[in-house]
């Protein structure tokens, strides 16, 4: 009996203190970002002239790759509430999605809702060590597996969502849309057909309305999803991919609140189920 066991580097969490970069406001700057293979944190602090002024922060602001031109929306506020005023000094710490090693420059901007947005330019973070990298960039991860690859005997089927994160304006076949990544893990479930959906709603909970039959389930609501088959017992799928054209949402002109959840299935039975995630979309 052969037992094979595949291990992964872990990605050492990196941190840049005061990086360069390039602000619009003499009053905002970057003071830390802190990368790991979970995430990015990024440090701002805000000192105003005059100690009564106020600041705040909306949902959601982006890093860009000035490289790639890839956007990074926020996925979490960790010390402060989006769209509440603070008075005086403050600093905002801001989860995003992990960035890629290769990227070394980015660009922060805050939400365009604001009427003078913050952006900061120029933000720089140098490229890490490519000895260390990860196989985290891949689709899934050979986490482990049993002997001769097969489900362990005394498993049943589960799967766990860890985190759900998304990009705006993303194209793809020409196509206009969000970019939907999901980190999850399946485990028992070797060589069974699995699927990835996200179900999209109006943000009181009443689902959208179908009217093409192409992105939508088979009552007419809409989703988007994307199939996966585990190749281990145990797979761990870090950045799963569903594309969402803006277009197959069918909105109406103007603005509409909506939100989108997702949904593990494997062999045509739910495992697991994610929150629910906001956005607003606005028809042009």
Request: net charge positive.
């Amino acid at each position: 009996m052969t037992v094979m066991l595949i291990m992964t580097i872990a990605v050492a969490a990196q941190t840049y203190n005061n990086p360069r970069q390039r602000s619009n406001d003499e009053n905002i700057k970057v003071t830390k970002v802190e990368r790991t293979s979970n995430s990015t944190i990024v440090y701002l602090r805000y000192t105003p002239d005059d100690p009564d002024d106020r600041s705040r922060l909306q949902a959601y602001p982006r890093l860009v790759d000035e490289a790639t031109g890839k956007k990074y929306m926020a996925t979490d506020a960790l010390n402060f509430k989006w769209g509440t005023n603070y008075k005086g000094n403050c600093t905002y710490r801001i989860e995003f999605p992990p960035l890629p090693r290769s990227t070394s420059v980015v660009t922060f901007r805050e939400a365009a809702s604001e009427e003078n947005p913050w952006v900061i330019r120029n933000i720089a973070l140098p490229i890490q060590n490519q000895q260390n990298q990860s196989s985290s960039s891949q689709a899934y991860n050979k986490a482990s597996s049993s002997s001769n690859g097969q489900n362990s005997s005394n498993g049943a089927i589960s799967a766990n969502i860890e985190r759900v994160w998304v990009d705006h304006g993303v194209y793809k076949d020409e196509k206009k849309g969000m970019m939907i990544h999901v980190k999850f893990n399946v485990k028992n479930a070797l060589g069974k057909n699995g699927k990835v959906v996200a179900y999209f709603n109006y943000q009181d909970g009443k689902a959208l309305e179908d009217f093409n039959g192409k992105y939508c389930t088979t009552e007419g609501h809409i989703c988007a999803s994307s199939k996966f088959s585990p190749k281990y017992s145990s797979s761990n799928y870090n950045d799963f991919k569903i594309f969402m054209p803006y277009s197959e949402l069918h909105m109406g002109s103007g603005s509409s609140k909506l939100d989108f959840y997702v949904v593990i299935w494997v062999e045509s039975k739910q495992y697991d189920k994610s929150n629910r995630y906001k956005f607003k979309y606005n028809s042009n």
